[in-house]
């Protein structure tokens, strides 16, 4: 059984608030190898300390490494398309800007 089961409504339901400010959401999924290490969690890292007060596992620290590395690369791809032209944030729009005039 995954120790991170309960968490999962609290991570979906905080993913309506980044959807209504626009945020993107990157979730893990399940094509990250350490989500199962780290508890099968596809949405996000997520801890539970219970009663113990302290650093989280080493489990759980691999997978918030690997949705850092992940979400890195997906900025990196963002602000490779806006220094070419392909996504102009302003509008919300992939492809080059309109045409003024």
């Given at each position: 059984?995954?120790?991170?089961?309960?968490?999962?409504?609290?991570?979906?339901?905080?993913?309506?608030?980044?959807?209504?400010?626009?945020?993107?959401v990157?979730?893990?999924?399940?094509?990250?190898?350490?989500?199962?290490?780290?508890?099968?969690?596809?949405?996000?890292?997520?801890?539970?300390?219970?009663?113990?007060?302290?650093?989280?596992?080493?489990?759980?620290?691999?997978?918030?490494?690997?949705?850092?590395?992940?979400?890195?690369?997906?900025?990196?791809?963002?602000?490779?398309?806006?220094?070419?032209?392909?996504?102009?944030?302003r509008h919300?729009?992939?492809?080059?800007?309109?045409a003024?005039?």
């Amino acid at each position: 059984m995954f120790r991170h089961r309960r968490q999962e409504s609290t991570i979906l339901a905080l993913s309506n608030t980044a959807y209504h400010w626009g945020s993107i959401v990157l979730p893990l999924g399940y094509t990250v190898a350490e989500a199962f290490n780290g508890g099968g969690n596809p949405y996000r890292t997520s801890y539970t300390s219970g009663t113990r007060v302290g650093k989280p596992d080493a489990d759980t620290l691999a997978v918030a490494m690997a949705q850092g590395h992940r979400l890195a690369r997906v900025a990196q791809l963002i602000g490779v398309a806006q220094e070419r032209g392909l996504l102009d944030t302003r509008h919300a729009v992939l492809g080059p800007p309109p045409a003024k005039g």
